[in-house]
C-alpha cells in the first residue's frame, strides 16, 4: 500500500511507502487525505507521526504526472487537511523534504529530523513557485528573512540549520519513528502552537521587502519566478492567510504555462537522465577507488581537487620534480581559495591535500583503478603519456585522455588493451565546472564507458556522451558563434554591440569579451592544426590581431584595449581599422539586438543539427546541456535546440535561409529541414 497506518499506543504511525523516493502521486494524496479523516475520527488516538519508508521522506511532486490535468485531492487541500486536522501531526523527516514534500511537513503541526536531513522549496529552479502555501506558511514559522531567502534561491538548509531557524523542532539522533512517538507524547503535555494558518507573520524591518527586491533581482537576472516568488511572500506578510494563499496559487498556475518553467523544466528532466544513459543500461562500470592525473598544471589541479574532493586518493604524474612541487602548489592553492571563500573549513583542506601524492615515477601507478591525462595539447606528447601508462598501469585500470580537440583515436594508437581507453572532457575550472564530455573510441568497452558515467556521478557532474569529431560537441559550435560574430563585425556590428546583444540575450559574456579573457592564441593555436589538416577555418578579424599578438587582456589588448591593471574593455581603434580592411567588398546592414542574437544562434541550432546528423550527439537534449553547463548559455531559454523548437524550426530555417542568401550563414541543413516538418528535434533522422 502507499499508504499504511499502525499504532503505537495512542500514536498512529502514518507511513509512505511509493518508490522511488515517495513523490506526491495521487494515489499518495488520496492515501494521505483519507488517513487524516480516518484517525480525526479514531478516540484512541492522540497524535499523528507521518514518515515514509525508504531512502528519503516525500521529496516533491510526481513528475509522471508533469503536463497532465490534475487529478483531486489536490495538493493544497491535503496541507490544508492536515493542518486542520483534530489531532496533531509529526512530520518525521530523512533524506530530503522538498517542494510539495515540505509543504506537507509545514501543514504537520511539528517537523522533527535525522541529522542528515535536508528541507526547501526549490520550485524557482523549475521556473515556478511553491503551488500548496510554502510561500505563506513559510513566514509563519520561521520569518520573512529565511522565507525570501529559501523560496527566492530554492536552497534547501540542513538539518541542524533548519532547526537554528525555527523550520524543524527536533533533531533526532536514534530512531528516527521512536524519536518523533517520543516527541509526541511529549508534546501532548504543553499547550499545542497554534497551526501556522493561525499565526501571524513578524513584521519586516523597515526597508526590507525594497532592498530584497534589489538582491534577488540582481541573482535572478532575467528568470522570472524569483521575483514572483518574492511577491508571494511579501503578500503573505502583508494579507490574510487566505487572501495570500490565493495569491500564491495564482501565481504558481501563471507560471506553470510560462515559457521558462517549459525550459528549465526541460534542462531538468535532461539532467535526471544524462547521467543513466540508455544505452548503457544492465552495463557495470568498473570500481574506481584511486586514481591519478598526469600533468599538474591549471587543468591538470583543477581535475586533482574534484577528484579528491568526491574522496578519491590522487596520484599527481608530472615530469620532474620542481614540475611536481608547481603541481602540487597548484592544487593546494585551490583548496585554499576555498577556505578563504568559507567553502570548506581549513582542516577539511588540509585533509583534502594529505590525500593527493606527487611523483615522476609512473611505476606508482601500478595499483591505480583511473588515470587521467591533462598534459599540453600536443599529440606527440600525449601519444607517449599513454604508452608509457599502457606499461605502467593494470590491464584493467581505465586510461582517460582530456583533449578538447585532438582526435582520441590517434592519441591512443596502438596502446595495448584500448578497450579500457576514452576521452574524458573536463570544462576549465575543472573544480567548478559541471561539464564533463565523455568521448569513446571505436575500442572503447561499455565497462569502461559506464565508468565514465559512474565517475561524473562520483564528481556531480553533469556528463554528456559525445562522438569523436573537431571539437566534440561543445568546442564545434563554438566554432561556429566564433565565425558568425567575425561575419556580423564584416557587415556592419562592432565588437561592442555584439557582446551587449548576446548578454541581452542572456550570456554571461559576449563572444568578444570571452575571447579576450581566454585568449585569442588558444583559437588560432586549434585554427592552425586544422589548417594543417586542410581544413579552411574563417577567422579574418581574429588572424590579423594574432598575428600583431593581441591575445587579449593578458597582452593588453586584443578585440578591446585594456590599460595596465584595468579589466574594462575600451573600443581600440586598432581593431576598428582591422575591420574595416577586412569589411571591403561585404554587405553592409544595420543590426539591432534582436538581429544580432540571431545571427549568432540560428547557425549555432544548424551546427547542432549536424552534430545530431553525423553521431557525434545522441539527443538534442544532450547539446543544450554542454552549452548550458559549458558556455554559460541561459538556463532559462532551455538550451540552444530547445529555444529554436520553442521559437518555431520553420522561423528559424525562414531566417537562416535569409542569413544565407547575404553569405552571412551556412544554408539550413537537411536534419533541421527535417526536424522543422515535425516541428520538434525528436524523430528526425539525418
Known amino acids: 500500500m502507499t499508504v499504511s497506518i499502525e499504532h503505537q499506543g495512542e500514536i498512529a504511525v502514518v507511513t509512505v511507502d511509493n518508490p522511488p523516493v515517495n513523490a506526491l502521486s495521487q494515489a499518495l494524496r488520496q492515501g494521505l487525505f483519507e488517513a487524516a479523516e480516518r484517525l480525526d475520527a479514531d478516540p484512541s488516538v492522540t497524535a499523528v507521526v507521518l514518515a515514509c519508508a525508504g531512502r528519503t521522506f516525500i521529496a516533491g511532486a510526481d513528475v509522471s504526472e508533469f503536463g497532465k490535468p490534475p487529478m483531486p485531492p489536490h495538493l493544497p487541500d491535503l496541507v490544508g487537511r492536515i493542518e486542520r486536522a483534530e489531532k496533531p501531526w509529526v512530520a518525521a523527516i530523512h533524506g530530503s523534504a522538498l517542494g510539495g514534500g515540505f509543504e506537507v511537513a509545514l501543514g504537520c503541526r511539528f517537523r522533527v529530523a535525522v541529522p542528515s536531513a535536508s528541507v526547501g522549496l526549490p520550485e524557482v529552479r523549475l521556473g515556478l513557485v511553491p503551488g500548496a502555501g510554502g510561500t505563506v506558511r513559510l513566514p509563519r514559522l520561521a520569518g520573512v528573512e529565511t522565507a525570501v531567502d529559501m523560496v527566492t534561491t530554492g536552497t534547501p538548509l540542513g538539518a541542524r540549520k533548519a532547526m537554528e531557524t525555527g523550520l524543524i523542532d527536533a533533531v533526532i539522533e536514534g530512531d528516527l519513528v521512536a524519536g518523533a512517538i517520543d516527541f509526541a507524547r511529549a508534546a501532548l503535555g504543553r499547550p499545542l502552537p497554534a497551526a501556522l494558518c493561525d499565526r501571524p507573520v513578524a513584521a519586516a524591518a523597515d526597508g526590507f521587502w525594497e532592498a530584497a527586491a534589489k538582491t534577488v533581482a540582481a541573482h535572478a537576472k532575467r528568470e522570472e519566478a524569483p521575483l514572483k516568488a518574492l511577491a508571494c511572500v511579501r503578500r503573505a506578510a502583508e494579507a490574510d492567510f487566505q487572501t495570500a494563499i490565493a495569491f500564491e496559487r495564482e501565481t504558481f498556475l501563471a507560471l506553470r504555462g510560462s515559457a521558462q518553467a517549459a525550459a528549465l523544466g526541460h534542462v531538468f528532466f535532461a539532467e535526471r537522465a544524462a547521467t543513466r544513459p540508455p544505452e548503457l543500461a544492465g552495463v557495470t562500470p568498473r570500481a574506481i577507488r584511486s586514481a591519478a592525473v598526469i600533468g599538474g598544471g591549471t587543468m591538470g589541479?583543477?581535475?586533482?581537487?574534484?577528484?579528491?574532493?568526491?574522496?578519491?586518493?590522487?596520484?599527481?604524474?608530472?615530469?620532474?620534480?620542481?614540475?611536481?612541487?608547481?603541481?602540487?602548489?597548484?592544487?593546494?592553492?585551490?583548496?585554499?581559495?576555498?577556505?578563504?571563500?568559507?567553502?570548506?573549513?581549513?582542516?577539511?583542506?588540509?585533509?583534502?591535500?594529505?590525500?593527493?601524492?606527487?611523483?615522476?615515477?609512473?611505476?606508482?601507478?601500478?595499483?591505480?583503478?583511473?588515470?587521467?591525462?591533462?598534459?599540453?595539447?600536443?599529440?606527440?606528447?600525449?601519444?607517449?603519456?599513454?604508452?608509457?601508462?599502457?606499461?605502467?598501469?593494470?590491464?584493467?585500470?581505465?586510461?582517460?585522455?582530456?583533449?578538447?580537440?585532438?582526435?582520441?583515436?590517434?592519441?591512443?594508437?596502438?596502446?595495448?588493451?584500448?578497450?579500457?581507453?576514452?576521452?574524458?572532457?573536463?570544462?576549465?575550472?575543472?573544480?567548478?565546472?559541471?561539464?564533463?564530455?565523455?568521448?569513446?573510441?571505436?575500442?572503447?568497452?561499455?565497462?569502461?564507458?559506464?565508468?565514465?558515467?559512474?565517475?561524473?556521478?562520483?564528481?556531480?557532474?553533469?556528463?554528456?556522451?559525445?562522438?569523436?569529431?573537431?571539437?566534440?560537441?561543445?568546442?564545434?559550435?563554438?566554432?561556429v558563434t566564433r565565425a558568425q560574430a567575425e561575419r556580423l563585425l564584416l557587415s556592419g556590428a562592432t565588437p561592442t554591440a555584439v557582446d551587449a546583444a548576446m548578454r541581452a540575450f542572456g550570456m554571461p559574456m559576449g563572444p568578444f569579451e570571452a575571447q579576450d579573457l581566454g585568449g585569442l592564441d588558444i583559437a588560432a593555436f586549434q585554427r592552425g592544426a586544422a589548417r594543417a589538416r586542410g581544413e579552411t577555418p574563417f577567422a579574418p578579424i581574429a588572424d590579423r590581431l594574432c598575428a600583431i599578438e593581441r591575445f587579449g587582456q593578458k597582452s593588453g589588448g586584443g578585440w578591446y584595449d585594456y590599460e595596465p591593471g584595468d579589466r574594462t574593455p575600451r573600443t581600440s581603434e586598432t581593431v576598428a581599422a582591422i575591420i574595416a580592411e577586412e569589411a571591403k567588398g561585404w554587405p553592409r546592414r544595420n543590426w539591432d539586438e534582436a538581429s544580432i542574437a540571431d545571427c549568432i544562434l540560428w547557425p549555432m541550432v544548424n551546427e547542432g543539427a549536424r552534430i545530431l546528423a553525423d553521431g557525434t550527439a545522441l539527443r538534442a537534449p544532450d547539446i543544450d546541456l554542454v552549452k548550458i553547463h559549458g558556455y554559460g548559455f541561459p538556463r532559462w531559454r532551455g538550451g540552444p535546440m530547445h529555444y529554436a523548437e520553442a521559437y518555431g524550426l520553420d522561423k528559424v530555417v525562414a531566417m537562416l535561409s535569409a542569413l544565407a542568401s547575404e553569405g552571412l550563414a551556412d544554408p539550413p541543413c537537411d536534419l533541421l529541414l527535417q526536424a522543422a516538418a515535425r516541428g520538434r528535434f525528436s524523430g528526425a533522422s539525418g
Open 301 to 479: 589541479a583543477g581535475i586533482a581537487a574534484t577528484l579528491r574532493d568526491a574522496g578519491l586518493p590522487v596520484i599527481l604524474v608530472e615530469r620532474d620534480d620542481a614540475a611536481v612541487e608547481r603541481g602540487l602548489a597548484n592544487l593546494s592553492a585551490i583548496f585554499d581559495g576555498a577556505v578563504k571563500r568559507g567553502r570548506i573549513s581549513a582542516d577539511a583542506a588540509a585533509e583534502r591535500m594529505a590525500g593527493a601524492f606527487g611523483t615522476t615515477d609512473y611505476a606508482a601507478l601500478a595499483d591505480v583503478d583511473l588515470v587521467i591525462e591533462a598534459v599540453f595539447e600536443d599529440l606527440d606528447v600525449k601519444r607517449d603519456v599513454f604508452q608509457r601508462l599502457a606499461g605502467a598501469c593494470r590491464d584493467d585500470a581505465v586510461l582517460a585522455t582530456n583533449t578538447s580537440y585532438l582526435d582520441p583515436e590517434r592519441i591512443a594508437g596502438g596502446i595495448s588493451h584500448p578497450e579500457r581507453f576514452l576521452g574524458l572532457h573536463f570544462f576549465s575550472p575543472a573544480h567548478v565546472m559541471k561539464l564533463l564530455e565523455i568521448v569513446p573510441t571505436q575500442a572503447t568497452a561499455p565497462e569502461a564507458l559506464a565508468t565514465g558515467f559512474a565517475l561524473a556521478r562520483l564528481l556531480n557532474k553533469i556528463p554528456v556522451r559525445s562522438g569523436i569529431s573537431d571539437g566534440f560537441i561543445g568546442n564545434r559550435i563554438l566554432k
